[in-house]
């Protein structure tokens, strides 16, 4: 254990996080998405794992340590329902709140069509998948940049 990091951040986790530079994006995807096939295609190469979590818990997790960048509308994404997507799912309103959380403020998350969201998989960093069983827990994160201390 470390003081002052989330224990829900793995070593593989923390060390993607650490290692993205801005405008780098990972995907934290649910246990039905085709995580595995999709992360050999990304400069990680390997499916990186939050198994015993939610996804508004990975992605609290995640952005305790990772700032979202602020120069784009696409700082982050969600996977929009088929068929309805202007739906908010349950798994995503929460993931919503955690991003409002670090954020202080509202910043909705774009939607993202299904095949286009599996394509802006296909062109992350990283693949990380949770242990969410709700249907379209998969949500894009853009990382920011750190300002240098005044």
Excluded: W
Aim: with cysteine; net charge negative; charged share 25%.
């Amino acid at each position: 254990m470390l003081k002052g990091l989330d224990h829900r951040l793995n070593a593989e986790v923390l060390g993607t996080l650490r290692a993205m530079g801005h405008g780098d994006y990972i995907v934290v995807v649910d246990t039905n998405f085709p995580a595995d096939s999709i992360a050999r295609v990304t400069p990680v190469g390997r499916l990186l794992r939050m198994d015993n979590l939610t996804a508004a818990q990975a992605v609290q997790a995640i952005l305790s340590v990772l700032p979202l960048d602020t120069f784009v509308d696409d700082f982050a994404g969600r996977m929009q329902v088929v068929g309805d997507p202007a739906a908010l799912p349950e798994v995503q309103a929460e993931v919503q709140a955690e991003v409002d959380r670090a954020e202080g403020r509202p910043r909705p998350l774009p939607g993202v069509e299904r095949f286009a969201f599996y394509d802006l998989a296909r062109r992350a960093y990283a693949v990380i998948q949770t242990g969410e069983r709700r249907f379209y827990g998969c949500f894009m994160l853009r990382k920011g940049v750190i300002g240098p201390q005044e």
